[in-house]
């Protein structure tokens, strides 16, 4: 059986955002007892990048071979998106996705690594969207880590949709122009907050 979230929590089965800037996949090495011996599963996930900043966990998908590529590029199609800006993964990856719908997505991080080939603009979205998906990752493999290994690959299921679902929670908007990469996690809401606060009363003073 294929253990998408869909199977199982419902929170990645609806809709997504018809366009993204940066769409970036990473893996997670999950302990899992399989056929009675505990083993690794892997599962890949991606993080996407909205054209004002914010972040959104798009969804993870336990891998189940070489069909997996296709399977995840035609549940994001599905789902919604009909333009990629910049996508961030592997090969086979970038290939199904790019291969779905050509004009779903214009150009991969790779070939924009290039000098002159993507704006500033678009390498601080790539470099952004890097950072959050870093942090990201480094928390999933610790909550993964820490609760493994899971009875099957439905507890492994469940688990990563609620710990993903919290993490989505934590993900703030910031702004284009900022200097350094966005704040992450709840940590950094009360200096945004603080900003945002600050910005409206200087707005309302003005006025």
């Known amino acids: 059986m294929t253990y998408f979230f869909w199977d199982s929590p419902d929170w990645f089965g609806g809709a997504l955002c018809c366009r993204y800037v940066v769409v970036q996949f990473d893996k997670l090495h999950v302990p899992t007892w399989i056929d009675g011996a505990p083993a690794t599963a892997e599962w890949h996930w991606a993080l996407g990048l909205f054209t004002d900043g914010q972040f959104q966990v798009l969804g993870a998908w336990r891998d189940e071979g070489p069909a997996t590529a296709q399977r995840i590029a035609a549940d994001l199609h599905d789902r919604g998106i009909e333009r990629i800006q910049a996508l961030a993964a592997d090969d086979a990856l970038a290939a199904a996705v790019k291969g779905l719908c050509p004009r779903v997505c214009d ?95 200087a707005l309302a003073q003005a006025a």
């Open 107 to 201: 150009r991969t991080v790779a070939e924009l690594a290039a000098p002159g080939a993507a704006s500033a603009r678009m390498r601080q979205a790539i470099r952004w969207t890097d950072t959050a998906a870093q942090h990201l990752q480094e928390r999933m493999s610790r909550a993964t880590k820490k609760q493994g290994p899971f009875a099957d690959h439905a507890a492994a299921a469940d688990f990563i949709a609620q710990a993903f679902q919290r993490a989505d929670r934590d993900l703030l908007a910031d702004d284009w122009d900022r200097a350094k990469p966005a704040p992450y996690g709840l940590r950094a809401a009360p200096p945004v907050l603080a900003r945002t606060a600050s910005a409206r009363a």
